[in-house]
């Protein structure tokens, strides 16, 4: 079982509409989980950072964590064709751990 | 603000043949300063961290080696080169005086060994 696994994709969405992508983890006491965009050839970017079970908005993301399911998903509303580009799942485990374990990414592609 | 350079931007390298990738940070002090490899089709998987001045972490054992000769400054070495070695390398820090464990990435270096 992989630590972070994401679906690879593509993910086809039409512009305006909302992207859901997911993530699920194996470390119960994973701590902190980040979501980071990286378009094609360029380095990745960070989004969004979730700590406590719930929602976290910042402008049209949102981030929701379940820590019982070991779940953690993106929403991204009124998706733009600037938004096509590979998501990727980091997840921190314990206190001192210095690691991020990052999934392989989903590439999401928003349909004009 | 913080800033996070990294060069070469790109770099060909025949097999066997050494490597320095080097990578710095503006805008902070002792940030905690991070390498990884993205090889293609594959996730991101780190390779280095590094606390402090001289103090360097290794994930996965290979011909690859660390050091940080000052607080801002961390560099990633070969002695020779493998076909494997080819990817996309990221440098990144995080503020050290912070818990929240955000990473941010510089532009990278990509490595093709032939």
């Known amino acids: 079982q992989k630590e972070v696994e994401q679906n690879s994709g593509p993910l086809s969405v039409p512009e305006g509409a909302i992207a859901s992508l997911n993530c699920t983890y194996s470390?119960?006491?994973?701590?902190?989980f980040f979501w980071y965009r990286q378009y094609s050839g360029k380095s990745p970017e960070l989004i969004m950072s979730?700590?406590?079970?719930g929602d976290k908005e910042d402008g049209r993301f949102t981030a929701q964590l379940n820590k019982a399911s070991q779940y953690v998903s993106l929403l991204i509303r009124d998706s733009q064709p600037s938004d096509s580009a590979t998501y990727l799942c980091a997840v921190k485990g314990h206190f001192g751990n210095e690691k991020l374990t990052f999934g392989t990414g989903t590439r999401l592609t928003i349909i004009p | 603000s913080q800033t996070i350079h990294q060069w070469p931007a790109t770099l060909v390298q025949p097999v066997g043949s050494p490597l320095s990738l080097e990578c710095t940070v503006e805008g902070t002090s002792n940030p905690n300063l991070y390498w990884y490899r993205q090889a293609a089709g594959r996730g991101l998987q780190l390779l280095f961290y590094s606390v402090g001045i001289g103090q360097i972490s290794s994930e996965v054992p290979q011909n690859l080696s660390a050091s940080r000769p000052q607080d801002r400054q961390f560099i990633l070495s070969s002695k020779k080169l493998l076909l494997s070695d080819s990817g996309f390398y990221l440098c990144a820090w995080r503020d050290s005086g912070i818990s929240s464990y955000e990473q941010y990435f510089g532009p990278g270096t990509r490595l093709t060994v032939t």
């Open positions: 979730i700590y406590s079970n």
């Open positions: 470390d119960r006491v994973s701590q902190s």
